[in-house]
């Protein structure tokens, strides 16, 4: 597998639209995943918004915290396999249930290890950060991601129920 996180540029505005395009069409079908859910905030067929909008800079006053939002490319074959969104620190909201790193790999890539892989970049990224304690949530009811988090050192702290579904809270540490 070889793999590295990249910022988004106008280079892999193609690489970006396959990827999204795939995954939008699952999750309209399937009722797919969406995590990172700020990867789909903006409509990506208006690239130049989006490249500029897709992180968040400053606090701002809906709770949102400073991110870093970076793309798995698979250098091989020169294609984005996921994404994450890496929180800069926690607010309340992220401290219950979101923690600091959202991620998620496309439809056809999954179950063949990109998640692990991907996450273990992520907390290279967070130690670049200064981030030393890593918080990371899934839903219980989504063995994959706990296998992605747990083979990266996860310790399950403890579950949280909101609106019905069960949030599961990993602390990692660095």
Request: glycine residues 8%; negative net charge.
């Amino acid at each position: 597998m070889n793999i590295e996180l990249v910022r988004l540029t106008k280079d892999y505005k193609q690489q970006l639209t396959d990827m999204l395009e795939e995954w939008t069409e699952d999750i309209r079908k399937n009722h797919g995943n969406s995590s990172p859910w700020m990867i789909f905030r903006n409509d990506f067929h208006d690239f130049d918004y989006y490249l500029e909008n897709l992180e968040i800079k400053e606090e701002l006053p809906n709770g949102r915290v400073p991110d870093t939002t970076l793309f798995c490319l698979d250098k091989d074959r020169n294609i984005f396999v996921g994404a994450v969104n890496i929180r800069h620190y926690l607010n309340d909201g992220l401290l219950a249930t979101g923690g600091h790193i959202g991620d998620g790999i496309r439809p056809s890539e999954r179950r063949k290890g990109y998640a692990t892989a991907m996450v273990a970049l992520a907390l290279e990224e967070c130690r670049k950060l200064g981030i030393d304690r890593v918080l990371m949530c899934c839903d219980k009811d989504n063995p994959g991601s706990q296998k992605s988090i747990t083979r990266n050192g996860g310790v399950l702290e403890n579950e949280v129920e909101e609106d019905g579904s069960i949030t599961q809270r990993y602390w990692i540490q660095l």
